[in-house]
């Protein structure tokens, strides 16, 4: 299993519960967030809507600048139409996210991610059979498992439509545009269609990896060990999952079937 990083071991120590509240200072009603459980997705449209509010592309350094990790937000990131932030959050639900997009992936494809990501060696899978239990367990970070995490963002969007949304990541690559629009819409970002266009001919996957290949040094502070601008892949899974993997996943596949995934 990959070498937790200082970030991960922080995120699952006692004081965890108060990193989160020191994180959240600050944030208010006027603010938006980019939600989702780790490796499902929210980078690449992160980018896509930095551009629409900022007017220009953005690198990774500069995507953290205009939609801040929730705990980096500052005063000059009040860039959305109600003079609030696009924060990006990875934590679970809590009543301070009163207007979020939650974005979910197939929790198949997001384990490999998240191993990948963390792995010296991507296509090693020495350790990946333990990695796996702590996914499903929720000992990976702080986080607590997929399963809990999901379930906390669907409960809120059903007790705050049209303020909270879960949507799959798997129906923003089968209509980029449209989803953006959508995005934008819920988020208080002002965008036409040609301005979205643009942003996404700029926020390809090939321009992605070439901003990342300028930020590897940014990146590797941040924990990243191997490529984080990956395929983006619907279903890669299945080139690397066993009976066995499937198996370990089943208290996590009964929640995703919920939500489409073939199961």
Same mark, same amino acid.
């Given at each position: 299993?990959?070498?937790?990083?200082?970030?991960?071991?922080?995120?699952?120590?006692?004081?965890?519960?108060?990193?989160?509240?020191?994180?959240? %200072?600050?944030?208010?009603?006027?603010?938006?967030?980019?939600?989702?459980?780790?490796?499902?997705?929210?980078?690449?449209?992160?980018?896509?809507?930095?551009?629409?509010?900022?007017?220009?592309?953005?690198?990774?350094?500069?995507?953290?600048?205009?939609?801040?990790?929730?705990?980096?937000?500052?005063?000059?990131?009040?860039?959305?139409?109600?003079?609030?932030?696009?924060?990006?959050?990875?934590?679970?639900?809590?009543?301070?996210?009163?207007?979020?997009?939650?974005?979910?992936?197939?929790?198949?494809?997001?384990?490999?991610?998240?191993?990948?990501?963390?792995?010296?060696?991507?296509?090693?899978?020495?350790?990946?059979?333990?990695?796996?239990?702590?996914?499903?367990?929720?000992?990976?970070?702080?986080?607590?498992?997929?399963?809990?995490?999901?379930?906390?963002?669907?409960?809120?969007?059903?007790?705050?439509?049209?303020?909270?949304?879960?949507?799959?990541?798997?129906?923003?690559?089968?209509?980029?545009?449209?989803?953006?629009?959508?995005?934008?819409?819920?988020?208080?970002?002002?965008?036409?269609?040609?301005?979205?266009?643009?942003?996404?001919?700029?926020?390809?996957?090939?321009?992605?990896?070439?901003?990342?290949?300028?930020?590897?040094?940014?990146?590797?502070?941040?924990?990243?060990?191997?490529?984080?601008? %990956?395929?983006?892949?619907?279903?890669?899974?299945?080139?690397?999952?066993?009976?066995?993997?499937?198996?370990?996943?089943?208290?996590?596949?009964?929640?995703?079937?919920?939500?489409?995934?073939?199961?």
């Amino acid at each position: 299993m990959p070498a937790p990083t200082m970030r991960d071991r922080l995120r699952r120590s006692p004081l965890r519960r108060a990193v989160q509240w020191q994180r959240h %200072r600050g944030l208010d009603a006027r603010d938006a967030y980019i939600a989702s459980y780790p490796r499902s997705g929210n980078t690449w449209l992160r980018f896509v809507l930095a551009e629409l509010l900022t007017g220009e592309p953005v690198d990774f350094i500069g995507v953290d600048r205009v939609s801040p990790p929730v705990g980096t937000q500052t005063e000059d990131a009040r860039l959305l139409t109600t003079g609030g932030r696009l924060v990006k959050t990875h934590e679970p639900y809590r009543p301070l996210y009163t207007k979020a997009l939650y974005l979910i992936r197939d929790p198949r494809d997001v384990v490999i991610s998240w191993y990948s990501l963390l792995n010296d060696d991507p296509r090693s899978l020495n350790g990946f059979d333990a990695f796996l239990d702590d996914f499903v367990a929720g000992r990976v970070a702080g986080y607590g498992s997929w399963q809990d995490h999901v379930r906390g963002w669907l409960d809120a969007a059903r007790t705050h439509p049209g303020a909270i949304r879960v949507d799959r990541f798997e129906d923003m690559r089968a209509d980029l545009h449209g989803f953006v629009a959508r995005a934008c819409a819920l988020l208080d970002i002002d965008a036409d269609d040609a301005r979205i266009a643009a942003a996404l001919d700029h926020n390809t996957k090939e321009h992605m990896r070439a901003r990342e290949q300028q930020s590897l040094g940014y990146l590797k502070s941040l924990g990243w060990k191997s490529q984080g601008v %990956r395929e983006g892949a619907v279903g890669g899974w299945r080139e690397i999952l066993q009976p066995h993997h499937l198996a370990t996943l089943r208290p996590v596949l009964d929640l995703a079937q919920e939500f489409g995934y073939d199961v």
